[in-house]
């Protein structure tokens, strides 16, 4: 079954430690990318990469780094954590720019 | 900069009725691209549909159709006939294409309700 896998689905940790939220496909896609969505502003790209060793900034990269060793995964890293990184987070890929497949969502708190 | 608004944040509707929702966007690129995506109250994302930037056709699929206008800047959404599985948020989303980025833009989202 094509699917985009995060981990974890849900998180609650403190301000300041470090966290990475990983992310997998099984469809062998060049293009992933990451999203966080807030209530009233939609989904905001974080970062993205069009393929091995390839990353790019979005709209919203501060506190947030990304890396693309493999194909297949994408990880979120938030090295410290603060509170107004609370928010739902969307892994996608995709063959085709911008049709994505999307990832079931992690619900990232931080205290 | 580009930019894409959703001005109607919510719509309700009864079943039956047909429904549209309104994107407008902005950017100085002649290449572009535009998309929409629906986000049921279960939470994930659907990729709806792509439309670039030289095909101004409508596109029907079912009950739902999509009318470009590059002259407005807008890319509308209609579902014809709503049925209460249409229940969801709406996204509209835009990407410039030049070499190397890809860059994608979404709008705040429109959520529908639709009442049996």
């Known amino acids: 079954e094509a699917q985009v896998t995060q981990n974890p689905r849900y998180l609650i940790t403190v301000t300041g430690k470090k966290l990475t939220v990983t992310c997998s496909q099984n469809m062998n896609h060049e293009y992933m990318s990451w999203y966080r969505q807030d209530p009233g502003l939609g989904l905001r790209q974080i970062y993205y990469?069009?393929?091995?060793?390839?990353?790019d900034k979005g709209d919203v990269p501060e506190g947030y780094k990304v890396s693309r060793k493999e194909k297949r995964n994408f990880p979120l890293i938030l090295e410290s954590p603060s509170p107004n990184q609370t928010s739902l987070y969307f892994c996608?890929?995709?063959?085709?720019?911008?049709?994505?497949?999307f990832g079931e969502g992690s619900r990232l708190t931080v205290l | 900069a580009q930019k894409v608004t959703q001005a109607q944040t919510e719509i309700s509707v009864v079943e039956k009725e047909d429904v549209t929702l309104d994107c407008v966007y902005e950017?100085?690129?002649?290449?572009?691209?535009l998309f929409w995506y629906k986000q049921p109250p279960s939470g994930e994302l659907v990729f709806l549909i792509r439309r670039n930037s030289f095909d101004e056709q409508n596109e029907i699929s079912g009950r739902y159709s999509w009318n470009f206008q590059k002259s407005t800047s807008s890319f509308n959404f209609t579902i014809t006939a709503s049925q209460v599985v249409d229940s969801a948020v709406y996204f509209c989303?835009?990407?410039?294409?030049?070499?190397?980025?890809?860059?994608?833009?979404f709008g705040t989202g429109t959520r529908l309700q639709v009442f049996p």
């Open positions: 950017t100085r690129d002649t290449t572009y691209y």
């Open positions: 990469s069009m393929n091995v060793e390839v990353t």
């Open positions: 989303a835009l990407s410039e294409r030049s070499y190397n980025t890809d860059k994608l833009i």
């Open positions: 996608a890929s995709s063959l085709i720019p911008g049709e994505l497949f």
